[in-house]
């Protein structure tokens, strides 16, 4: 019976002893590849910031991205209510987690935009040409989709109206229809379009939409509230509540 005993205590602390090992194993890779993960991470989003500001090219090394961005693009902060330039309200400032703090944010209101606080101070990306004026603006926009948020990047010009690019980079939207958002012969139709009419946010996404028509885009075939959303979305952060006074005062110009 004690040989038993023994050999069991044996079996034991061996499997203790091994669980113990590949936790210690498992959490060192996992905090290994943390810094790994935010490296890419930040890569992928100023890839994204790249292709909005037309100036990604397919295949670009992970050096030539840093350069190009580094270059041409400079982050800012806006204070959405007052449409001017402010500092950072605190180091590392995210506006998505500042949006979940009553400190930094402020509550929705008469939208169907899909969240319910957005930040006070939101990052705009300024695009410099190469005689380092400004050519285009990029504001961060997010919204409700089908299924769940979805995440881009508008770009406009410098004269605070016209669109060159919408980026969707994170949207859970099904493949063939909503997920169409990401489709470059899609993301194409934006360009040339103006936000406003007589100072009034215009911008639609309807069916069968007069190519000729500037303040309409056609409505993805088949997903009827994707397209409601990214309406909603663009027409949000467009707006009053959104970047709507900044691009009034063009900022960017002082």
Known sequence: MSAKKESLGKTVGIVVAVCLVCSIVVS???VGLRSLQQTNAALDKKSNILNAAGLYEMGMSNNAIESTYSERVEQRYVNLDEGTFVEAPKPDYDMYKAAKETEYSTKVTNSNVGFQRRPNVASVYLVRDDAGDVSRIILPVHGSGLWDLMY???AVDADGQTVRELIYYQQKETPGLGGEVQNPAWQDKWDGK???ENGE?????VKNANPSNPHTIDALSGATLTSNGVENTIRYWVGEQGFGQFL????WRS
């Open 28 to 30: 060192g890779a996992a």
């Open 152 to 154: 881009g990047f508008l």
């Open 201 to 205: 946010v215009a911008i639609r996404v």
């Open 194 to 196: 103006e936000l406003y």
């Open 248 to 251: 009034k005062n063009q900022a």
